[in-house]
C-alpha cells in the first residue's frame, strides 16, 4: 500500500509540474488559444497512435495473447457501464457542461498517467496489456466520446468510426505483434519519439487552461468533486467487483483496475477544444481528479491485489 501511494504520488507531482509549465506558458503569452489547438491536433492525430504502435511492437508472447483479450473485454464492457451510468446519473441544467460532466466521468488517463504506473506495479507485461485498454479507449473515443462532445450524431458515420487515429493505431499495432514484425529503426525510432510526447504536450495543454481560473473557480463546483468520486472510486470498484465475481487473472485484473481509476483523461479539454466547448471547465475536472487520485489509486490498486489471487 505504501509502495503503491509512492509509486501514484510521484507519478502525480510529475503530472503537476508539466502543467505549471504549461500555466507559465500561458502567463507569459508563449501559448494562446490557437496554437493550443494546434498542439491538441498534433497530440490526437499523431501522439496517440504512435503510443499504442509502440506498446505493441513487442516480442509476441503466445502466453500473453489470452490476457490481451479478456483486457479487451473488460475494458469495452467497462467503457459500456460507465456510459449507462453517466447517461442515468450525471445531469445539469446546462447542456453544454453536461456533456464535458459526462465526458469526465467516462474517459479516464489510462494512458499518461496509467502505462507508468502499470510499468512500477507490473513491469513490461502490464504495458502490453494497459496499450490494449488504450486501445479500446481510442475506440469509444473516437465514436461516443466525439458524438457526446460534438451533440452532433453528424460527426459519426462508418468512415469517421473506422478511420480514426485510435482504430489506425491499434490495427497497425495488433498486425505488428501477430505477424512478428520488427520495425526498422529508421521508422521503430520516430515511432518512439512521438510516442514518448504522450505524457508532456497534454499536460502543457491542460496547463494553459488551469492558467485562465482562479482559485476561486477551482473551489466553487461543487460538481467536480461529485464526478471525481464517480470517475475515481465508483465505476472502477464495480469494474473490479466484475474482475472478481469473473475470476479474471489478477495481472489483467490490476492493469484494468489502473486504467478504470485513472482520472479524467486530457481528452476532456483537447476534445472540448476541438469542439469550441468550456476546455477550461474540462482541465479543471482532470486537474482535480488527479489531484485527488493519490488518495483512491493505492487503495484500489492495493484492493484488486488482495482479493483477485
Not at 447542456?95 to 498517467?113: H, L, P
Not at 502499470?118 to 496499450?131: C, I, K, N
Request: net charge neutral.
Amino acid at each position: 500500500m505504501l509502495s503503491n501511494l509512492l509509486i501514484v504520488g510521484r507519478q502525480v507531482l510529475i503530472l503537476f509540474i508539466l502543467m505549471a509549465l504549461g500555466v507559465i506558458c500561458n502567463k507569459v503569452h508563449w501559448l494562446d488559444a490557437k496554437s493550443v489547438k494546434s498542439i491538441t491536433n498534433i497530440v490526437l492525430y499523431f501522439v496517440t497512435p504512435c503510443v499504442i504502435i509502440n506498446s505493441f511492437a513487442t516480442e509476441s508472447d503466445p502466453e500473453l495473447i489470452p490476457g490481451l483479450f479478456i483486457t479487451a473485454l473488460v475494458a469495452a464492457l467497462t467503457f459500456a457501464v460507465s456510459i449507462a451510468f453517466a447517461h442515468l446519473c450525471v445531469k445539469d441544467k446546462d447542456a453544454e457542461r453536461e456533456r464535458i460532466y459526462r465526458y469526465a466521468v467516462v474517459f479516464g488517463n489510462c494512458g499518461f498517467m496509467a502505462l507508468p504506473l502499470e510499468y512500477a506495479v507490473l513491469g513490461p507485461t502490464g504495458v502490453f496489456y494497459g496499450a490494449m485498454y488504450i486501445a479500446v479507449f481510442n475506440l469509444f473515443a473516437w465514436t461516443y466520446g466525439i458524438w457526446l462532445m460534438s451533440g452532433n450524431k453528424n460527426e459519426i458515420n462508418v468512415k469517421t468510426a473506422i478511420i480514426n487515429p485510435g482504430v489506425i493505431g491499434t490495427a497497425l499495432g495488433l498486425i505488428i505483434f501477430f505477424a512478428h514484425i520488427k520495425l526498422p529503426e529508421i521508422i521503430g525510432t520516430p515511432i518512439e519519439y512521438l510516442a514518448a510526447l504522450n505524457t508532456p504536450l497534454p499536460m502543457i495543454v491542460i496547463g494553459y487552461y488551469l492558467g485562465n481560473l482562479s482559485i476561486k473557480t477551482m473551489l466553487s463546483d461543487k460538481k467536480q468533486y461529485l464526478i471525481a468520486f464517480y470517475k475515481l472510486f465508483l465505476i472502477p470498484a464495480a469494474a473490479l467487483g466484475m474482475m472478481y465475481f469473473a475470476k479474471v487473472d489478477p495481472v489483467v485484473a490490476v492493469v484494468c483496475t489502473i486504467a478504470a481509476a485513472a482520472p479524467t483523461a486530457a481528452n476532456t479539454a483537447m476534445f472540448a477544444t476541438l469542439y469550441n466547448k468550456d476546455a477550461e471547465l474540462g482541465a479543471r475536472l482532470m486537474s482535480v481528479s488527479t489531484l485527488l487520485s493519490l488518495l483512491t489509486l493505492p487503495l484500489l490498486v492495493a484492493l484488486s491485489e488482495t482479493i483477485i489471487k
